[in-house]
């Protein structure tokens, strides 16, 4: 059983920058593809980004590539989302997410979920 428990969230104002970092336990992590999704008010959960194992390959939404980074650091258990030139439409809950085997990008293959941490950005 994987947990996932994501810090990192707060306002910030348009143009601005955050970090989110998800903390893993309970699993081999660098067995473990990590995904970020997000779920703005009214709307339904998006995907954002998601990184491989090994974290060479990695995948972005249009929406946030090229402002946005995924990584990770296998030897503390931790996937990050680096958010840059944050924009309103950016404000949402953001959910890290976790899947063994291979990468994906929708949200049914996820079977690992954290409790979400709020992004607000004010415009």
């Known amino acids: 059983q994987v947990q996932l428990v994501e810090s990192g969230g707060g306002l910030v104002q348009a143009g601005g920058s955050l970090r989110l970092a998800c903390a893993a336990s309970?699993?081999?992590?660098?067995?473990?593809?990590m995904a970020w999704f997000r779920q703005a008010p009214g709307k339904e959960r998006e995907f954002v980004a998601v990184?491989?194992?090994?974290?060479?390959?990695?995948v972005y939404s249009d929406s946030v590539r090229g402002r946005f980074t995924v990584s990770r650091d296998n030897a503390k258990n931790t996937v990050y989302l680096q958010m840059n030139s944050l924009k309103s439409e950016d404000t949402a809950v953001y959910y890290c997410?976790?899947?063994?085997?291979?990468?994906?990008?929708?949200?049914?293959?996820?079977?690992?979920w954290g409790q979400g941490t709020q992004v607000t950005v004010s415009s």
């Open positions: 990184i491989s194992r090994s974290g060479t390959g990695t």
């Open positions: 997410a976790a899947r063994y085997f291979v990468p994906r990008t929708e949200e049914k293959d996820y079977n690992y």
């Open positions: 309970g699993g081999t992590f660098s067995t473990i593809n």
